[in-house]
């Protein structure tokens, strides 16, 4: 567990495309428990999965954010992803969420001031987990950009969120839609994330 | 790689006592290249690990730390981790970084909406191969709750951050000093982190 678990590190890549296979619980539960295991603030432990795989649920939710992406401006210093979103959004048909086995969003306490990053690195042991599974996994941002949306908002307090809870990350997850059926292990070469010795 | 995985992904816990023992290069630049391949929002790869590992610097950072906390007061609702170096600083004698081999800021671009999620990534990544490595490694909140002190800036500055930069995280890197030499490795339970399937 050294070279081998640095050469694993180094092979996780965002997966975007998915089979319409569902998840063995086995699997699915096992991704969820690598991220439960992440720090927290203080042990805060606060972090709250939702996970997604009712088909409906999920085409509810895109549509849900086309119309309000679709109702947004793409505005000077927008960051570039979200601005993609926007105008993805306007041109129609834009599912923010790839259409996986499951959508796990993690929400957390909106007034606790680590709720952005516990929730990073409960996604961060995810993404590893997947890739140790052989699944596919992307970070999904669009239910975070969104957290303040009312209508979005009273959604998901009726699928289970508290109304202290807003989302702060989330993953589509599930079958690599590759040729050998693995997800694309080849990593993006790090040009950038530079680093100072002192 | 899955079980295995998910056993030593559930065995991370943070360490808090260092021995005063340095690095190897090899070992810390492999916790480094794991932290660089974390995912980055649209592949921005902006997150800048400044390692210090100097002890004259990092006894000055740890000064001007007690010297800000110090003048701060606890307030209703401040974050209680960040209360408690409030306490300690007044208490005086507060060191925030635990006096490890290596004290890892993990900077980013102030205007980029994904910073400090990027960060995040970039520290769960790196404890995770410090588990690997047998090394103890704890998040550090501090410079970031200070990242708009203009004299720590400055002083983060002159040993390399770019001005276009703050500091979004932490971690402390070490030998951990336990009887065994080993890290603890028995986590903390999960009663937290719950989950709502859909």
Chains 1, 2 share one sequence.
Not at 79 to 91: N, Q, T, W
Not at 142 to 154: R, T
Not at 166 to 179: C, F, I
């Amino acid at each position: 567990m050294n070279k081998e678990m640095l050469e694993f590190i180094k092979s996780r890549r965002s997966t975007r495309k998915f089979l319409p296979k569902p998840l063995e619980r086995e699997k699915l539960d096992a991704v969820l428990e690598a991220g439960r295991y992440a720090p927290s603030g203080g042990n805060n432990q606060s972090t709250h999965l939702i996970v997604i795989e009712d088909k409906e649920v999920l085409a509810k939710l895109a549509a849900m954010a086309e119309k309000a992406f679709a109702a947004m401006e793409v505005t000077e210093g927008m960051y570039k992803s979200m601005a993609g979103s926007v105008r993805a959004a306007k041109r129609g048909g834009y599912v923010f969420h790839y259409q996986p086995a499951a959508l796990i969003l993690t929400a957390n306490q909106k007034d606790y001031s680590n709720n952005l990053v516990d929730c990073a690195c409960v996604l961060e042991n995810m993404m590893l987990m997947a890739n140790a599974l052989d699944l596919g996994s992307v970070w999904i941002n669009q239910m975070k950009w969104l957290n303040d949306d009312p209508e979005i908002n009273a959604y998901l307090f009726s699928l289970g969120m508290k109304e202290s809870e807003r989302v702060y990350g989330g993953l589509a997850l599930g079958y690599p839609d590759t040729e050998d059926g693995l997800p694309n292990r080849t990593a993006l070469p790090r040009t950038g994330n530079e680093v100072t010795y002192i």
